[in-house]
């Protein structure tokens, strides 16, 4: 797909700033959402800056089905029809065994339900217009496992499950879906990781940063855009994670057997 002239809803900062300006740069025209609407608004800015009226901006949380449609009707007032929704948004969540029922709900919220709340009120319409593409955020995680964060790794196997459902049963009817799996970004998510005062969480951050080349948002914009272009599904910014993707479903147990030795290996535990 070619995105010059299309629409576009992206939702969270870190990556989804990143994604943003290159859309943008791209002749997208986008709505950009996050929580903090002061973020969302400095995103806006920033890329009207160099590419003037090509985004407006909302505070609006991305897993509240009536504030999604309130970001797809300002799309539409602003520029048409959503052409693409980028389910960005999402929480590291509470670590360990000790995550509460609170916890476990707000993590499935942002990473799972968001996205199938999206999905919910889009692809009915696209599929009235024979066209519409959802790029889901999920992780490597969610290909993987996520050390010290049960609700992490968890959400995002099931956000990863979602973007696979959709496109297997509509992918022949024009909903394009793509799934984004990097391993380590240089995100305000990954700060506050290794700035935990939890030993599960520092272990979380201390296993994203160990793994691989912790990339800047903008190389993971580029890669999505390159997917997009392909209308591919998988996204993988670190391509080492299909090898060890590969790894751990030739071998499950082996696989966890090493994946228990590197946690164990991991100073944070400590």
């Known amino acids: 797909m070619n995105v010059a002239q299309r629409v ?9 700033g990143a994604l943003v300006a290159r859309l943008a740069r ?20 920033s890329v009207n800056a160099d590419h003037p009226g090509s985004t407006v901006s909302a505070g609006a949380d991305a897993s509240d089905t009536a504030q999604i449609q309130q970001l797809i009707a300002l799309a539409e007032s602003t520029f048409g029809p959503v052409d693409l929704y980028f389910a960005n948004a999402g929480i590291a969540g509470a670590p360990g065994l000790d995550a509460d029922e609170q916890d476990w709900d707000l993590s499935i919220d942002v990473n799972l339900r968001a996205h199938i709340r999206a999905a919910r009120l889009l692809v009915p319409r696209w ?23 049960a609700t992490y790794a968890v959400t ?15 992918g022949d009817r024009g909903v394009h879906v793509s799934c984004l799996c990097p391993m380590g970004v240089d995100t305000r998510m990954l700060a506050l990781g290794k700035d935990s005062g939890d030993a599960l969480g520092r272990a979380a951050a201390q296993a994203v940063m160990s793994a691989g080349d912790v990339l800047e948002p903008a190389e993971v914009a580029d890669a999505v855009l390159a ?8 996204i993988l910014p670190h391509e080492d994670v299909l090898d060890m993707y590969r790894q751990k479903g030739s071998d499950y147990d082996r696989w ?15």
């Open 256 to 270: 966890l057997r090493g994946m228990r030795r590197y946690q164990n290996s991991l100073p944070a535990q400590a």
């Open 127 to 149: 599929l009235e217009r024979g066209e519409g593409y959802f790029v889901s955020t999920a992780s490597a995680a969610g290909l993987l496992t996520q050390i010290g964060s």
């Open 26 to 45: 791209e002749g997208a025209r986008l709505v950009v959402a996050d929580l903090d609407a002061d973020a969302a608004r400095a995103v806006s800015k």
């Open 227 to 234: 997917a997009i272009d392909d209308e591919r599904f998988l």
């Open 8 to 16: 576009a809803v992206v939702t969270g900062g870190g990556i989804g």
């Open 156 to 170: 995002k196997h099931a956000a990863v499950g979602f973007a696979e459902w959709l496109s297997v049963t509509y």
